[in-house]
T-cell receptor, first 115, second 115 residues
Framework: AQSVAQPEDQVNVAEGNPLTVKCTYS??????LFWYVQYPNRGLQFLLK??????LVKGSYGFEAEFNKSQTSFHLKKPSALVSDSALYFC?????????????FGAGTRLAVHP | GAVVSQHPSRVICKSGTSVKIECRSL??????MFWYRQFPKQSLMLMAT?????????EQGVEKDKFLINHASLTLSTLTVTSAHPEDSSFYIC???????????FGSGTRLTVV
C-alpha cells in the first residue's frame, strides 16, 4: 500500500533562514507526490507536485521540493522563510495509477517561523 | 485555476438533527469528489470517494447511513450528516478532481459543531 511519512511534528525556523520539511514515501510503482499547506480553519492549498521529469520541482510561494528516488524522499524546501509561511504542511501520495485514486496524506508538520 | 466552493464554512446544530454540506466545482467538471474529516491537529482522514452518477465508496469504519454522499452532477457533491451527535463535531473538507492536469482541488472546509 502507498504511504507517506512526515517524521517531524513541528519545525521551527528563524525568518530569513532556509527551511526544510521532510517527507518520505513508500509506493509500488512510480510515485505521484504532492505538498499542500493548510492555514487555521481553512482547506488545503496546493503547493507543488511531482509526477515525472526533473527531480527538483518548483511550486507556489517560493517553495520547491526535491524528489530523491534512492532515498524515497520528497522534502519541501524554501531558501528564505517568512513568518507568513507558518502553517501546517502535508505531504501526500496518490494511491494507484488510475485517474480517480485518492490521496493518502502524511500526519502533517507544523512549521513555525519566528521573527 | 480550479476552484471548489464549500458551504457552509461553519455550522452549529443540535443533536439528532441533520446537516448538509455542499461542495461545488466552479470552473471545472469534478468527475470525482473526496470527502475528508480532520480532527484538531491531526491529518485528513478520507471518509468516502464518489464518482458522478455513482454510489459513493466509503472507507472502512465510516457509516454510510450516517454520512450520506450525493454526487448527482459534475459540479456538485453533498455530504449530509444524519442524526448528528457531539462526536460528529469535526472539520470536514471536500476535494474535487477533474479530468485535466491530475490535480486535486480542496474546498475551504466546514467546521461542524453538534451541541
Amino acid at each position: 500500500a502507498q504511504s507517506v511519512a512526515q517524521p517531524e511534528d513541528q519545525v521551527n525556523v528563524a525568518e530569513g533562514n532556509p527551511l526544510t520539511v521532510k517527507c518520505t514515501y513508500s509506493v509500488s510503482g512510480n510515485p505521484y507526490l504532492f505538498w499542500y499547506v493548510q492555514y487555521p480553519n481553512r482547506g488545503l492549498q496546493f503547493l507543488l507536485k511531482y509526477i515525472t521529469g526533473d527531480n527538483l520541482v518548483k511550486g507556489s510561494y517560493g517553495f520547491e521540493a526535491e524528489f530523491n528516488k534512492s532515498q524515497t524522499s520528497f522534502h519541501l524546501k524554501k531558501p528564505s522563510a517568512l513568518v507568513s509561511d507558518s502553517a501546517l504542511y502535508f505531504c501526500a501520495v496518490r494511491d494507484g495509477p488510475g485517474g480517480y485514486n485518492k490521496l493518502i496524506f502524511g500526519a502533517g508538520t507544523r512549521l513555525a517561523v519566528h521573527p | 485555476g480550479a476552484v471548489v466552493s464549500q458551504h457552509p464554512s461553519r455550522v452549529i446544530c443540535k443533536s439528532g438533527t441533520s446537516v448538509k454540506i455542499e461542495c461545488r466545482s466552479l470552473d471545472f467538471q469534478a468527475t470525482t469528489m473526496f470527502w475528508y474529516r480532520q480532527f484538531p491537529k491531526q491529518s485528513l482522514m478520507l471518509m468516502a470517494t464518489s464518482n458522478e452518477g455513482s454510489k459513493a465508496t466509503y472507507e472502512q469504519g465510516v457509516e454510510k447511513d450516517k454520512f450520506l454522499i450525493n454526487h448527482a452532477s459534475l459540479t456538485l457533491s453533498t455530504l449530509t450528516v444524519t442524526s448528528a451527535h457531539p462526536e460528529d463535531s469535526s472539520f470536514y473538507i471536500c476535494s474535487a478532481r477533474g479530468t485535466v492536469n491530475y490535480g486535486y482541488t480542496f474546498g475551504s472546509g466546514t467546521r461542524l459543531t453538534v451541541v
